[in-house]
C-alpha cells in the first residue's frame, strides 16, 4: 500500500472510539424516533401482522406445533435452526441489557385505554403439563386461548380454548364471573348461590409503576412456599405481572427494570416461545427448571415465557415441592385489544 | 401438521428495507447491521461530542428516505455511508477543528521497525501523524470525503460514486487531488513512489 494511504489508515485506527459498539442510547434514540405513533396499544403485533404474509418480505413466523412439544421434554435449550443471528453489529453483553432495551422499548408504547364495562380481549397460546407426585400427565397442547376479561371487573368474561393446530375442534368454554356488589355466582346451574369476591379487574390500579416498588413488589414473601430461592421467585413473578398489565406499558417497564437488578440471569440466543416465534431469552434456572422470558430480536417486545426442564433429573427433585411446582409451561401473548363485549374480536 | 417457516436471518438489506416500508420497527434490524460501524467511522472523522448526534441524524434521514431505497441494490452499506456523509457534511467547521486539534496534540509512540530507529521513527511518526490531521483538515470537503471513504470506509471507486451520487470519472479525479495533497504536506521523506492502485 502506498504510504499515505498506509499512513492514513494508522491514523484511522488511532481514532478509534474506546467501546465495541455504539453507545446503546443510540438505538433507543434512533428507534424511538422511528416508531410509528399508534393511538392504541397494537390489536395486531408486528410479528403476528407479518406472519400471514408469506413470503411479502422474506420474514414470516407462522405457529408450529413440533418443536413446542420438543420444547418441554428434558435437553438444552429450545432452539430455532437459524443460520445466523440478525444483529451483527449489536449483541447485548448481558440479561440486564436485554431487560432495560425491553423496557425502553416499552415505555414508548401509549396506555390502552377502556372504559370500565369494556374488556380486554386476549389472544395467546399456551402449553401446559402438569404433573402431580408419582405420576405424570401431560395435557395436549399447545392451546390457543381467546380471553375476554373485564376491564373493572364486575362484568362476567370467557376463557375459550382449542388446539391450536386444529381450527376444527371445539372450543372448550370457562365462564369468567364478574363480581359484583362483593358477590358472584360460580356455577351456572345454581346462580342463586353466590360467593363473597373482590373485583378481578383485567386493569389493574395496584401495580407499581416505579422500579423500586416493582422489586419489593417481586420480592413480597412466598405464600406459596414453593422452596426455590427469593431471587427465583421474585424472577418467576416477572411473567406473572406482565400478564396483568398488558394494557398499562409503566408497569411492564418498571417490572423489566426491576427484574435487570435480579442475579444469577443469563441471555439464551435463539428461542422460540410457544407460538414459534424466534427471540432471545432472558433465562434463570432453579431446582432443575429454567424460566425463559423470551424478547423479540429486533425489537425487544416481550413474545412469551417458556418453563422448561432444565435437567433430566430435574423431576425427580420436584417430587419434593408440592404438586403447585410441577407444571411446566409455555405462554406466548399474540394479540391484545380493547372491546365491548364477550365475543368481539377486535 | 403446520409448516414452519422461519425468518430467514440473513436477509440482505434491500429486503429489511422493504419489509420496513410495511411496517417500521422491522429498520431497527437495518441499524443493529450497520451502527457500530457508522459510529466508528463518524466517530474518527468527527470525534466522541459529536458522533452518536450525527449517526442518529444519518439513521433517522434512512429512515424517512426509505421508500426511495434502490431495491435492485441488495446492499446498503454504500447508501447508509452516503447518508452518512451528507449529515457530516452538516458538521464541517466542528470537523476540522478535531483534526487540527488532533494536529497540535503531542506526537503519539507508534510501533518502531527496529530498535535501534525506535526514537527517530517515534518522533517522524509523531510529526507525520499531526501533518496528517492538518492535511485532512486543510482538504476541501468533496475531496476529503472521497478520500476517507476509501481509506476508512474500505469502499471502491464504484461505491464511492453510489454513496455520492457522482460519477465514477469524478471520484477518481477527487481522490487523486486529496492524495497529492496529503503526499505533499507529509513531506518529501514519506513520497516514495506514487502508483494509482486501482479498485
Known amino acids: ?98 431487560l432495560i432495551l425491553a423496557a425502553e ?180 434456572t432453579d431446582t432443575g427448571i429454567r424460566t425463559e422470558l423470551v424478547f423479540d430480536r429486533t425489537t425487544y417486545r416481550y413474545l412469551g415465557t417458556n418453563r422448561v426442564f432444565a435437567d433430566p433429573s430435574a423431576a425427580a427433585a420436584l417430587n419434593d415441592h408440592g404438586w403447585h411446582l410441577l407444571s411446566v409451561s409455555q405462554e406466548a401473548v399474540l394479540r391484545v385489544a380493547v372491546v365491548d363485549k364477550v365475543g368481539d374480536l377486535r | 401438521m403446520d409448516v414452519v417457516v422461519l425468518p430467514d436471518l440473513s436477509d440482505p438489506d434491500a429486503l429489511l428495507i422493504r419489509a420496513s416500508w410495511d411496517d417500521p420497527d422491522r429498520f431497527a434490524a437495518l441499524y443493529d447491521r450497520y451502527a457500530a460501524q457508522l459510529y466508528r467511522y463518524a466517530y474518527r472523522r468527527i470525534g466522541a461530542a459529536a458522533a452518536e448526534d450525527v449517526v442518529a441524524e444519518a439513521f433517522l434521514a434512512a429512515f424517512r428516505r426509505r421508500h426511495t431505497y434502490d431495491l435492485s441494490r441488495p446492499d446498503a452499506r454504500p447508501w447508509l455511508f452516503g447518508i452518512l456523509t451528507r449529515e457530516l457534511g452538516r458538521h464541517e467547521r466542528a470537523e476540522r477543528a478535531h483534526y487540527r486539534a488532533l494536529a497540535r496534540s503531542a506526537a503519539s509512540s507508534t510501533p518502531a521497525d527496529s530498535p535501534a530507529d525506535a526514537v527517530v521513527d517515534r518522533v517522524s511518526a509523531g510529526a507525520a501523524r499531526n501533518q496528517l490531521a492538518a492535511a485532512l483538515a486543510a482538504l476541501p470537503a468533496r475531496d476529503r470525503d472521497v478520500l476517507l471513504l476509501v481509506a476508512w470506509g474500505d469502499f471502491a471507486y464504484g461505491d464511492v460514486a453510489s454513496a455520492l451520487d457522482i460519477p465514477v470519472g469524478t471520484v477518481r479525479s477527487r481522490l487523486n487531488r486529496a492524495r497529492r495533497k496529503v503526499r505533499d504536506a507529509l513531506g518529501p521523506t514519506s513520497t516514495e513512489r506514487t502508483s494509482n492502485d486501482g479498485h
Open chain 1, 105 to 284: 422499548r416499552t415505555e414508548q408504547e401509549p396506555e390502552l385505554r377502556a372504559r370500565p364495562d369494556q374488556f380486554l380481549f386476549v389472544e395467546s397460546n399456551v402449553q401446559q403439563r402438569q404433573l402431580t407426585v408419582g405420576s405424570d400427565v401431560a395435557v395436549p397442547g399447545p392451546q390457543l386461548t381467546h380471553s375476554w376479561l373485564s376491564v373493572d371487573g364486575t362484568h362476567d368474561g370467557l376463557t375459550r380454548s382449542r388446539p391450536l393446530g386444529d381450527p376444527t375442534a371445539a372450543w372448550v368454554d370457562e365462564r369468567q364471573p364478574g363480581c359484583r356488589d362483593g358477590r358472584f355466582a360460580p356455577t351456572l346451574d345454581r346462580p342463586q348461590h353466590a360467593e363473597p369476591c373482590t373485583p378481578n379487574p383485567a386493569y389493574r390500579a395496584d401495580l407499581p409503576t416505579d422500579p423500586a416498588t416493582m422489586r419489593t413488589y417481586l420480592y413480597r414473601p412466598d405464600e406459596n412456599h414453593t422452596g426455590l430461592s427469593a431471587d427465583q421467585v421474585a424472577f418467576e413473578r416477572v411473567s406473572e405481572v406482565l400478564g396483568l398489565s398488558l394494557g398499562s406499558p409503566a408497569v411492564q417497564a418498571a417490572v423489566y427494570r426491576a427484574a435487570a437488578q435480579i442475579p444469577g440471569t443469563t441471555i439464551i440466543e435463539s428461542v422460540a416461545d410457544v407460538a414459534g416465534r424466534p427471540g432471545i431469552a432472558v433465562a434463570r
Open chain 1, 1 to 98: 500500500m502506498d504510504t499515505d494511504l498506509r499512513m492514513l489508515a494508522e491514523l484511522g485506527d488511532s481514532l478509534d472510539p474506546p467501546a465495541e459498539g455504539p453507545p446503546i442510547e443510540l438505538r433507543r434514540r434512533v428507534l424511538s424516533a422511528t416508531r410509528v405513533t399508534r393511538r392504541r396499544w397494537p390489536a395486531l403485533s408486528p410479528g403476528s401482522r407479518l406472519a400471514w404474509q408469506l413470503g411479502a418480505a422474506g420474514v414470516v413466523a407462522t405457529a408450529v406445533i413440533a418443536t413446542v412439544g420438543a420444547g418441554l421434554l428434558a435437553g438444552p435449550p429450545t432452539h430455532v435452526a437459524d443460520p445466523a443471528p440478525p444483529s451483527l453489529a449489536f449483541r447485548p453483553a448481558d440479561a440486564a441489557q436485554v
